[in-house]
């Protein structure tokens, strides 16, 4: 009987060590870079500790020509995926809704007042710091959030002691724009049209373009306009159509997925080399 005991008493261990020493292997990587897929016992067992980083996609939900209203969204949702383990950082769930009153009359379009959006993006962002992370970087996809993006960054990085980094991609890969299409590109222009078709192609709808869905847009103050009254707005006259050309789509997307991380890790690098809010 002891004996028996002796033997039972030592595969018990042997099994919790066993058991303790798989868990050990499996938390040297978290399940899911996805905080909504996350339990609050992995988050805490990663944050800060071995994650600094989290990644927030902004957008907004509005007319995009022949791709998705949602493509504000879906872009800089998609570029997270794409990037977050390179970044070791987690990403955030998405705020799929933006500020654009312009655009509100097309249907399917939904715009959030700026007395709104302003204060509900600082609470969100003050919320992820509490958690400790060091570094938010807000993936926006939209223009029209920009400014109000910008406004809370000063702010909430000294209040919170965090750095915040606001990424516009389509501003940021303007060069790669101008490598792949040999041209600028535009509001559901080429630049983005190709960056959603490399993943959702199913979700895009050339046979329902025309050229006339498109106009260049104003330059500097010379008018405007509300509703705005093209889906599809070209940066200059006569560049940025959209072509639908699936190749030049999947070159697109990883170029760009690769500057906003390259951004990214140079600006983070920057930030601890000058030891800020270390």
């Not at 400014?147 to 990424?167: K, M, Y």
Request: aromatic share 10%; with cysteine; glycine share 8%.
């Amino acid at each position: 009987m002891m004996f028996n005991r002796r033997i039972y008493s030592m595969l018990v261990a042997t099994v919790i060590v066993f058991s303790s020493l798989l868990w050990g292997q499996h938390q040297d990587a978290p399940t899911t870079r996805q905080m909504n897929l996350m339990t609050w016992k992995e988050f805490q067992n990663f944050v800060p500790e071995q994650i600094e980083t989290v990644l927030l996609p902004v957008g907004s939900i509005e007319p995009h020509g022949v791709i998705p209203n949602g493509t504000d969204n879906l872009a800089p949702e998609r570029m997270a995926q794409e990037i977050a383990h390179r970044l070791n950082a987690l990403i955030a769930p998405t705020l799929n809704y933006g500020v654009t009153p312009a655009m509100a009359a097309y249907p399917g379009a939904v715009s959030i007042s700026s007395e709104s959006y302003r204060p509900f993006v600082e609470d969100i962002v003050r919320g992820l710091a509490s958690h400790g992370f060091k570094n938010i970087i807000v993936l926006n996809g939209h223009g029209g959030n920009t400014g109000h993006l910008q406004a809370i960054v000063p702010d909430v990085s000294t209040d919170c002691r965090v750095r915040i980094l606001v990424v516009n991609w389509w501003s940021l890969t303007s060069e790669i724009t101008l490598d792949v299409f040999g041209e600028d590109g535009g509001h559901a222009g080429n630049n983005e049209t190709a960056y959603i078709q490399a993943f959702l192609p199913e979700h895009i709808h050339p046979e329902w373009y025309d050229k006339d869905m498109a106009m260049p847009n104003a330059k500097g103050s010379s008018w405007y306009a509300a509703p705005v009254p093209a889906s599809i707005g070209l940066y200059e006259a006569g560049q940025g159509y959209p072509t639908f050309d699936q190749k030049q789509a999947d070159t697109y997307f990883k170029k760009v997925n690769a500057r906003a991380a390259k951004l990214i890790e140079d600006v983070i690098h920057r930030w601890d080399r000058a030891k800020l809010y270390r």
